[in-house]
């Protein structure tokens, strides 16, 4: 068995303090954590996963949008898109969501 070489990093104390608090409460190592992520990093396998991922719940979230604004659009009250639009933009502002025009806010 190949022995292992040692390769040394300097990272600012907090990144340092913050690495160590993580691996404490997962449980591993801080070598085991950073070969993890050279591993993935240098493979792309955590970021091919991720993407994935994003991509799927995209999806789903553009397919509930339209919808809930289909159902919305037909219902028999004509003002409860306008308004379910209205409690939207504020439901995001006390949230601190901050909005980009044409996405759908009333902005």
Known sequence: MARS???????????????????????????????????????????????????RTSRQMVFV???????LAGHPDPDLRGRSHQAYARKCRELGIVSVPGEGDEA
Do not use: F, K, N, W
């Open 5 to 55: 070489i040692s390769l040394q990093v300097r990272v600012s104390p907090d990144l340092a303090a913050r690495l160590r608090a993580h691996c404490a409460s997962h449980g591993v190592s801080l070598s085991e954590r950073i070969r993890t992520l050279i591993l993935d990093s240098l493979d792309g396998s955590g970021t091919a996963e991720r993407d994935r991922m994003v991509r």
């Open 65 to 71: 949008m339209i919808g809930v604004d289909a159902l």
